[in-house]
């Protein structure tokens, strides 16, 4: 960390900072320039608050030059780690496609649509049960019924199976759900977070719209802090003044979260454009760019789905998909079991904090 | 609501739809240009999925011409609701500065900081006792304790109470605290949105730092179609590329919200620019567009504050700025009670639906 | 185009409106609803000025339901162009690498690095003679003297070449260039737009890192206008919130241009990252996405570069990407020569105008 | 400058980088800390690319503590700028309002508005002679005849005249102009800055949709560093995800700018809005925040214009909000001429350099 002091700052308020750093067992070692001193703080100083800092009226500014999360830190965990997904493996080289409609509509639909996924190649099922929707009048889920058409459906065709938890007073629902998704509304839900945090499940935890990929990994850590490292980040698409798609898919994020963090990173093409017609292209870039899994909503019947029908594929788009993706995949570790050119540590870097 | 079709849309599909639109009560206008069709919907659209109707082959795009939102809607209830805040009174023509320090720390601090803002001539005191924090390692509020010191400090001085919420399950902590606040960060958690609306008790909502106008007004409607109508927006900066300040703090969001909808409008400058030494200008700014108020972060000790300590206000200033305020208020306001010029109901349209 | 109208909008304003439309031979048809009227609007809009329709009393809001360029559009022109850029074919199924160093150094520098990318595979070369820099005390380029060397490079190795031109009065200077490139920050030059469509040379035009992709589209318009249709469209990154990459690379912008237009779409994954170690597995995600071609920085020795060293490959670096980009190409156009799974016609459309 | 190394730096490079800084005078010092080593950067480092820095094996990421721009910084300028512009002083406690109409249409038009905006108050005329639009099909601008009737609007009402130009070729033509106005789109058009840094002649230098504060600064650092001092900044809206207004008024601007640099800051509402129903409000708002002036679009008929109709005043709601632009101009300036609660030298800080 380093602090910025203004120019021309009272001496007597330096010696005053000074003294209290080093009582926090931090060495400052002053750095005097003509027009600027900055103060270059050796020691752990995880536990000090910018905040603090910065309300000092010497100082003019303090910048971290390491990252503040820790469990979710490639430099403290340098290998890759693989999350067991209900007996399905995410990361290190293990690649799976997610897919299913957006919402669990009928017991007919989801085994129709989990049987058509299972046999383009998915190998986990999603559907959502409970819905966050900006309307209040617009169909919210099945809910509880939805939950356990999802396990219908995992009954039929063994696919482990991930679904949305909006709310902590739901986990008794999920208990047989293999994967917990935490919204990109909910990313900093940070009740939720350290709720899901105390449990042994899988959670796949979506970027906010408005978040940094260092906010992402914040959430992350607050999942982790509370003794559940099982978590899978999900890039899908972040608000922009773009307004021919939903979102921008930020694919700069699979390079980006693969060096600064040892979890799984997965795309999500639907959300991520809002409009089938992109999927295709945005699934195979995904892929190209080294993520280690798809998510993807498919729907039996587009047109008639309860809700995103305009982003979901057929199964039939998606079974012509599922191939391509294997042919990129192929293609991009090609010279052995490599992803594509990974970023090494430290190649990548947490700016402005 | 206007369908535009796509060139060489099926006529039989055409028809389907058509006839399917009937069904909904809703008669759909052809007009047929050279290139392009477009249908213009005629009845009650409400009801209508957007989604559904993109999803279908033979539709390029379909816009919305009117507001999906009707509880919140000036056009439905045109005049300036004004809401009841623990005895004092918000909008049409009721201005109210909130203040008080970011976190409740202690006794002393939050009864000596509600003591300061009285005298400075603040109405409402703010406190947090449950705190979004980004990181988990940070102080996080002193949560059930806080609240009690907050209304210990109502106690002492009178001032009506301000505090967040953070989970719904927390709601029978907040009994006697005359505002709910629910933070930016959960604008969009519709259970929390859901529970307040079942609530008798006014709630300022935040606007997300990724949240359009549109949306926060969508969020507003899931508390108010709940039963809850007492709500009041707050306006507390959107994230943007720029990183001199922590947020922007939109305040062409006052004269839009106050077109579109009947609720009163505030105006947080503190979380708005991050910066102590930015309030001062940016709360005159608020004023002068005709907000309804403001809600300001003080603290006795900012360099101690536990948490946004930088964009705290001493009292001393906080009292300088209010003299400031009211003669900024009175200069909008000169010719009658009249709040600044106010745009007629469709003089602000939402564009892009 | 629709015009919606305000709620109780004057009958006489309204008279005088549909007459004043007749007059430009557009046919204005109402649909009445219950709180809103609009007006579908069939015939040729594209002279009609949407601003003083706006400016209109009775006006609440006007939607375009087609685009407004019409040269650049696909709708009008349904087969890819491609486009002859000094030898080299670009589009419909051409897909080209060009690549070089950011800025033009030395004879030496260039001469170097127009073999190393010329072995490596690359079909055209770049180099910056004249170089937008944000501070005026940055290496401004060798200007004439970089484009003498431009083409000595050109002589050696048979590379057609491509510099950014930043002035109308240099085109003198590029009259032996291959391509010209406008930069982003001129995407917008609307006096250089049109003298380069003045002009019988192809124009590489990178979208501004604040423009929509119907910006973009109606810059190329520009060109078109003037009578060059030789326009290759760049996307280059936009601006965001995210601040560990340097721009955010909006791939999502490859199908969308190629749906809306039938003009080449290369992608420049160095200044979209500007992070050497992205740049390969974002210019395999473009490739996979079905771009025309991508725009690379390479530089014999990054550390030493004049500007945009953290963002150059080296030339061993670039070979080795090339395979993977060569095996990812195969990988998407595996049946045949189609590119990836192409939107169709009328799947994207221009929200929001 | 910092320079933060990458963990197990090579200490060989490491060593070349310390004695390559000592040739630059630069006086590297390392503060070595567990997993993270740093070098404080003593000396003028305003000649160190930081690019260059970057591209080095060794080196993770680099950041300035002081701000690149030297002439336009308020650290070594402390006192505000006063421009004399065509005898109207702007600046250190100067506040003037320029209001015209977008476009000069014709004789009639540009006298009779520039006579109404007289009358109500303001004191320097605006009128579009050239214009930038997005679509090539929209009226251009009567151009040099423009600027001849400017002048004729200058001779009959005496106001001094700014206007806008779009090309370096045009400057001829503006010799008797009094301000000259670079646009939004032009900001970074560094070939146009560099031949008005040239001229004396003050220049209103407007912020591009997309530019930072300090990119903008930077724009005035290449017009001062040509020797011409007289520059006014301009905000006026930049680029959001928001999309009922046509772009985001950024008025934190106003001190953020005055903290930084001693140049004036003029607000836009009429871009920054683009409505004329939001004007009122955000150029009171801008009043109150500090700024040194305001410039706004006036026509004596919206509905007829043949540009920005939807964002101009009528005359006679212009001189409504002269009166109450005056009333809040003295409320803020209450107690002496002190504009508004100024952040003081270093409250303000450039991050993320």
Chains 1, 2, 3, 4 share one sequence.
Not at 34 to 39: A, D, G, K, P, S
Not at 264 to 293: F, K, Q, R, W
Not at 311 to 332: D, E, G, I
């Amino acid at each position: 960390m380093v602090i910025i002091l203004k120019p021309n700052a009272d001496e007597g308020q330096l010696q005053h900072l000074i003294q209290w750093l080093k009582e926090q067992n931090i060495d400052p070692r002053p750095c005097v320039g003509e027009h600027q001193t900055i103060l270059g703080l050796v020691g752990d100083t995880s536990q000090i608050d910018i905040s603090s800092l910065l309300a000092l009226d010497i100082v003019e500014d303090v910048k971290r030059v390491s990252e503040p999360f820790k469990n979710a830190n490639r430099k403290f965990h340098p290998t890759d780690s693989v999350i067991n997904a209900g007996g399905v493996p995410i990361g290190g080289g293990h690649f799976q496609v997610i897919a299913g409609p957006c919402s669990v509509e009928s017991e007919e639909q989801i085994v129709t649509v989990a049987r058509q996924v299972k046999a383009a190649g998915a190998t986990i099922l999603r559907g959502g049960a409970f819905k966050p929707r900006t309307s209040p009048y617009a169909f919210q889920g099945l809910q509880a019924e939805g939950i356990r058409l999802l396990l219908l459906a995992k009954q039929e065709t063994g696919l482990p199976i991930i679904s949305e938890i909006m709310d902590a007073a739901h986990i008794p629902l999920f208990e047989e759900v293999d994967i917990l998704q935490i919204g990109a509304r909910n990313m900093q839900n940070f009740e939720l977070l350290k709720q899901v945090g105390a449990l042994n499940k899988p959670v796949l935890l979506k970027r906010g719209p408005a978040a940094t990929l260092q906010e992402l990994l914040m959430s992350a850590e607050y999942i982790m802090a509370g003794g559940n490292s099982q978590v899978i980040l999900c890039e899908r698409g972040i608000r922009t003044f773009e307004t021919t798609t939903r979102y921008t898919l930020d694919l700069s994020a699979v390079p980006v979260l693969k060096s600064l963090s040892h979890l799984p990173v997965v795309i999500d093409p639907s959300h991520g454009t809002g409009s089938a017609s992109l999927v295709p292209s945005m699934a195979l870039a995904a892929t190209a760019a080294g993520a280690d899994g798809l998510i993807i909503e498919v729907h039996n019947n587009p047109a008639k789905a309860l809700c995103d029908g305009p982003q979901s594929l057929t199964p039939a788009r998606f079974a012509t998909l599922m191939r391509k993706v294997a042919a990129v995949r192929a293609a991009v570790c090609e010279e052995g079991a490599e992803p594509p050119e990974k970023p090494k540590e430290g190649d990548v870097c947490i700016r402005c904090t």
